[in-house]
């Protein structure tokens, strides 16, 4: 058996590997899937529809439109008729160029009930941090908000001013916001190593500390909930996780701060190492990669959904048509800026990912 073993690693790889890929061609597909629909809808000609760019490794012709997958999986497009496109409303030419990001929020919707209908995965997704919790403390990080506040590893929150937190560390985050607000002091009831004590501590201070992940609560799997909660609490995080991305957005532009961003080479591994941890932490990978898509779109970039938007919302407020030739200078420039920050991030990515070898072999060798 031994002798096999590299082999099944090997072959656990490459099917991780595979998956990744099949994922993120779905979330690419399904936004495209969008804008076909809703051409389809307004009856616009589609020649093509394909999943990728590069040499197509797949094709058919259904109907009018040529189905096909290509050999690079980061993209995709929908080809419309531009004269049966053009012949339309401008209400119905948003439609279809809002269709893909519409369609990747719906799935991100879709993932998060699904998720909460089934049960909670246990996993250290950050956005499911604490709903799928035990309110027993794993790892602590010392830091000044701690000082005389007698919390330890291993300790379990009984309660918090009387009311019962039993095994919801949710209840504990609810109880604490109002008090840390009107900066009163929260009296906790934790079970050490069996015994019962009482702590009492500022609410503020020890919020903080929560929120700041200073203290960690252990990760395990939470049951499914019934539909309406289901339904109530994936589209609270979904909401939650689309303001979060726009406010990482917000910080590129306003900030210039590009640290939380992930580009297409991250974007895989990520996704392949998801695709081996089972079923739905791979759709919660999935469902944020397809936030992410719908959020980059609203750019005002024209060769981006928002930036073609954008260029037809000033056409019909100006009711003045651009020529083609400036049409495509505009798409020509959105290409080269897409290039250049295409090349800058996967550059970043790849030494992100190379980084701890090189450290690894520093070590090793015993260089500084």
Known sequence: MAFFKPFLLL?????????G???????IGFHELGHFLFGKLFHIKTPSFSIGFGPKLYKRKIGETEFSISAIPLGGYVESDRKSFESKPFYQKI??????????????YLVFIF?????????RFLYLYPLNTAPVVEQITKNKALEGIDIQKGDAFISINGTPIKNHTKILFQRLRPLAETKKTA??????NGTKISIEAAAKPLLDTLLGLKIRFKAIAKPGLPIIPAIKQGVRLTNAIIMGTLSMFKNIFVKRDTSAVGGPIIIISETVKSAGKGLKIFLLFLAIISVSLAVLNLIPLPILDGGQIFLYTIEAATRTKLSEKTKEYIFLASWILML???VLISTRDIWRLTTPYFT???KFFGMK
């Open 187 to 192: 009296l906790l009831e934790i079970d050490r």
């Open 360 to 362: 690894h072999i520093k």
């Open 11 to 19: 072959s656990n790889h490459l099917f991780a590997l595979f998956l």
């Open 115 to 123: 998720i909460f209908m089934t049960g909670i995965p246990k996993t």
């Open 95 to 108: 439609l279809v160029l809002s269709g893909g990001i519409g369609f990747n929020l719906l799935f991100a």
């Open 21 to 27: 890929i099949v994922g993120i061609g779905f979330i």
């Open 340 to 342: 250049v920050i295409f």
